[in-house]
């Protein structure tokens, strides 16, 4: 499995794709080129990426178009947009550029270390993101494992005077996961709180139920 993040560079000019990806190896990420806003966005639809690097001057789609599309995709709303731009260019462009999604502004010629440090910052921000998103999924499987080893239980004759050994096992096991569930609570970003939510009260139910409190429910 490849764990690298991928990188979309956005710019019409050849010299200036060659700079971002000699800047940018040493991150060893997936650098992956378009020469086109219209590039740019056929590229996200089919791969998830940690951030764009994208132009504003191009010719047909320019940087503005292209990042307003972005943010109108419920996909691709919140994947942070550098915008590229010339030293000289119009002070209006910081005002369009933030109006339109972007979080930062680089101006060419590149400054190595600064460049590299801020993509580097959204790089470790999404595989944290991708991390957290992994670890909800597998407690959510977990608490579906749980939901139906606790309807085993409920429907087997209610006759043994003491717990069992596969209620303890339930017991034990689901407090695991809402151990689990507690720490990934406090690192979650906003964009994962209504699955976390879900995941809570899927768990609030089955301890519930394995307490007998009340019957299990979807």
């Not at 971002?20 to 990420?29: G, H, K, P, T, V």
């Not at 462009?93 to 979080?103: E, K």
């Not at 407090?175 to 209504?194: F, I, M, N």
Request: hydrophobic share 45%; net charge negative.
């Amino acid at each position: 499995m490849d764990d690298k993040a991928k990188i979309l560079l956005v710019d019409d000019r050849e010299e200036n794709l060659i700079a971002l990806e000699a800047i940018l190896s040493s991150l060893d990420q997936d650098l992956v080129r378009a020469r086109s806003g219209e590039d740019a966005l056929k590229a996200l639809l089919t791969e998830e990426y940690a951030v764009i690097l994208l132009d504003v001057v191009m010719p047909g789609m320019d940087g503005f178009e292209t990042a307003r599309d972005i943010k109108r995709r419920k996909k691709t709303r919140d994947l942070p947009i550098i915008f590229l731009t010339a030293v000289n260019s119009d002070p209006d462009y910081a005002f369009r550029g933030y109006a339109a999604g972007a979080v930062d502004f680089i101006s060419k010629p590149f400054d190595p270390w600064v460049l590299r440090a801020k993509v580097s910052v959204f790089v470790e921000l999404h595989n944290k993101n991708k991390q957290l998103r992994d670890q909800t999924a597998l407690l959510r499987e977990q608490a579906a494992l749980l939901r139906d080893q606790t309807a085993l239980l409920e429907a087997r004759p209610a006759e043994a005077p003491q717990e069992a050994p596969a209620d303890r096992a339930a017991g034990d096991r689901l407090a695991s996961v809402e151990e689990q569930a507690e720490v990934l609570g406090k690192h979650l970003p906003a964009t994962l709180r209504d699955e976390y939510e879900e995941l809570s009260h899927r768990l609030m139910l089955l301890r519930e139920a394995l307490d007998g409190q009340a019957p299990t429910a979807d």
